[in-house]
């Protein structure tokens, strides 16, 4: 076309991309580079599977499907840049590196795939439109850059179309293989030559420019992921979901004044900042988020956005050459930014940045990162900058307090002597482990249903049925202590280590074969994070547990429970370790049973608000509370009984019922359940929850 002003324009606009793209990485490194290189073959497959596969977008129907049109639409167009951009040097506007070509086999295939693509890219505009200006979808950021950039996505369409119009107007012929221009020629036939080449050259460099326009673009719009969403799924968590990361050597960090957790931007490490950057701003996280959906300050999404928006605006102050205590110089200090504007680079993020009511509202349920297509993830973000307001400014809620001393002093959030650790057992029965070691299992209780009255009776259901299948089993009673759990979500990381060393120590000390809990806190503390404090353990929740049990024949429900039974998930069973099946399984073992699903169920099932130590504190002042709004849910089914497996859920499920005045539904654990329907002398099944 025009070798030397493509030439100028490809290493300009390139140059200018990678200097922009070059300070990126600068920010994006500014806390550290801890970007994981583990485990390489399992984070290609997860690349393929969800950056280029985009295996979570099915999940959101049509928005889902206009940005696979889009999606696609601009890989295939991609090769359709690279023969633009050699076209500019050469004279034949049919070249396409040979195998491309306008008359080769495979060039007449590849237009025609890409002209299909065209007009699937401008459905999918057609329908994020709809969205943005007509069908208002709330969750996505409706603002002038979404626009702006469904614009450039269709000068880029056009202009495709236009210059293969006046091309084939130009060779006097069109192609079956080259609908759209074939048929926008059509309209051509009767301009002379000098016009069809103006029309050439208007869609040549208009396509051309745009691409490197857009390009340039890129690392300062939300568009970005298209560029960083690759590396953000590369990079992301292979652990499991629910595992926290450990702070190393707490007591040295502490003596040499290194921070304890997260209070400035430069203290997230680049995975965090990749993720910032990665943000699509899509809001399927908020609409999620049960503490958003109560009305509580806290959007995931927003607080990705604003986070990443601050490093942004402050980018020059923070990759600014660092002194020797590894704070950014003067300029930092100062502020100096992108934008003009003066903030600080290098202040605490709360309030200012993260307001504290945003990080104490999350039940760290996890459901925005299920839902995130791009695997951002937050829990992780915001234990870390509790961990700060916690270890380092003791701001946290006050209701906390008691939660934190109890746990100091008898090893339960409530604060009860630990002698009456094992009452809930009396009259069972029951061995502890001191008695005999040598047991096969070890029940892990759990405070809530070693303390909690109405608790107890999961455990003694759980005691029951493991003694009519015949297990070997035996607890530890005094000897054991809360996981530290509700301490760590907290952001205590210096208690929860406490506690985490005693009961490694203990559990080493009998090594027990399996450890079934009811629980899923403890179980997935004790499963994904105790290994960390060097527990090997076999953990079983009792839902996994009780359906072995009843395929092995060793558990027999045979009195009839006529029910109807909503079934909750917990978060920490579910989303958390994946575990759907086995106790609707236990459920539907029951004869008489039906299993109903609330609408929000599985891997969306709503929290019930207890989670993230949200159970020990009070949820923020004029929101609806979440565990109502999820008993609103399982209330829709209109069932007899509401069923879960988590004491933690039950306390809120029937509080929830109590508040929405429904005492006639029961609540019960699926333990309660199944030895209602195993015990030799069935009581009746009416008895209450509350
Ligand atoms: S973990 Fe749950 S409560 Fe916390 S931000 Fe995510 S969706 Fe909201
Ligand atoms: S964090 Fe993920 S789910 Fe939330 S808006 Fe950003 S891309 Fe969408």
């Known amino acids: 076309m025009q070798p030397y002003a493509a030439g100028v324009l490809l290493v300009g606009l390139w140059g200018t991309f990678i200097y922009s793209a070059r300070k990126r990485w600068k920010l994006m490194t500014v806390g550290g580079n801890d970007l994981p290189v583990d485990r390489l073959g399992d984070r290609f497959k997860k690349m393929f599977k969800f950056a280029i596969g985009q295996a979570r977008m099915p999940r959101h129907k049509w928005a889902g499907i206009a940005h696979m049109f889009i999606y696609v639409g601009a890989m295939v167009m991609l090769l359709r840049g690279l023969i633009m951009f050699a076209r500019g040097f050469v004279a034949s506007q049919d070249f396409g590196f040979v195998i491309f070509d306008q008359d080769a086999p495979l060039g007449k295939l590849y237009s025609l795939i890409k002209d299909g693509f065209v007009v699937l890219v401008l459905v999918g505009i057609a329908v994020f439109l709809y969205y943005r200006a007509i069908g208002r979808l709330k969750r996505m950021t409706l603002n ?19 210059y293969d119009g006046a091309t084939a107007a130009l060779r006097g012929h069109g192609s079956l293989f080259e609908p759209l221009g074939s048929y926008l020629a059509s309209f051509f036939k009767h301009s002379d030559a000098s016009t069809l080449h103006t029309l050439q050259h208007i869609g040549y460099w208009g396509h051309v ?170 829990v992780d973000k915001i ?153 090997k353990l076999d953990v079983v929740h009792h839902s996994v547990y009780l359906s072995k049990l009843i395929k092995q024949g060793k558990l027999q429900p045979k009195n009839k429970i006529n029910a109807r039974v909503a079934y909750h998930d917990s978060c920490y069973m579910g989303r958390y370790n994946n575990v759907y099946e086995e106790p609707r399984d236990t459920l539907k073992s029951i004869r008489g049973l039906t299993v109903l699903e609330p609408t929000q169920t599985r891997d969306r099932g709503m929290c019930c608000g207890a989670g993230g130590a949200q159970m020990f504190k009070e949820e923020e002042e004029g929101t609806e509370r979440v565990n109502i709004r999820r008993t609103e849910q399982l209330l829709e089914t209109k069932p007899d009984v509401v069923a879960s497996s988590c004491p933690f859920c039950q306390r809120m499920l029937i509080d929830g019922l109590s508040a929405k005045d429904r005492g006639e539904v029961n609540q019960l654990d699926i333990a309660e359940l199944l030895w209602q329907a195993c015990e030799p002398a069935a009581r009746p099944q009416t008895e209450t929850g509350a």
């Open 144 to 162: 002038f850059e979404g626009y702006l950039i469904l614009a450039i996505l269709t000068t880029l369409m056009l202009t495709d179309v236009l």
């Open 383 to 535: 234990v870390d900058m509790r961990r700060h307001l916690v270890q380092e400014k003791a701001e946290f809620p006050a209701e906390l307090q008691n939660m934190f001393r109890g746990l100091e002093t008898n090893s339960n959030p409530w604060s009860f002597p630990a002698s009456d650790r094992a009452a809930w057992a009396e009259g069972l029965g029951v061995p502890t482990m001191a008695e005999k070691p040598d047991a096969d299992v070890l029940f892990w209780v759990g405070c809530s249903a070693s303390f909690d009255d109405r608790a107890r009776r999961i455990a003694r259901a759980m005691a029951n049925l493991l003694k009519m299948a015949g297990i070997n089993f035996a607890i530890l009673g005094e000897e054991e202590q809360c996981t530290g759990d509700c301490a760590r979500r907290a952001g205590n990381e210096f208690l929860f280590q406490m506690l985490a060393d005693m009961n490694v120590e203990t559990l080493n000390n009998y090594n027990p074969r399996t450890v079934v809990t009811t629980c899923p806190h403890c179980f997935n503390t004790l499963l994904n994070e105790y290994p960390d404090f060097g527990a």
């Open 209 to 378: 420019g745009v691409i490197l326009l857009f390009l340039n673009y890129l690392p300062y719009c939300k568009q970005f992921h298209e560029i960083t969403s690759f590396p953000n799924v590369f990079f992301s968590r292979l652990t499991p979901v629910g595992r926290l990361p450990k702070t190393e050597d707490l007591e040295g960090r502490l003596e040499r004044e290194e921070p304890l957790g997260v209070s400035r931007i430069d203290h997230f490490g680049a995975k965090a900042m990749l993720d910032f950057f990665t943000c699509t701003e899509c809001g399927r996280c908020t609409d999620q988020c049960p503490a958003n959906g109560t009305g509580k300050l806290l959007s995931p999404k927003h607080l990705t956005v604003d986070l990443r928006d601050f490093a942004y605006n402050n980018q020059t102050a923070l990759i600014a050459p660092k002194n020797g205590n590894g704070a950014a110089t003067q300029a930092a200090d100062n502020g100096g930014d992108d934008s003009g504007s003066h903030a600080p680079a290098l202040k605490d993020l709360i309030p200012d940045v993260i307001k504290p009511e945003v990080l104490w509202a999350c039940t760290t349920c996890g459901a925005c990162e299920t839902e995130c297509p791009v695997f951002i993830t937050y």
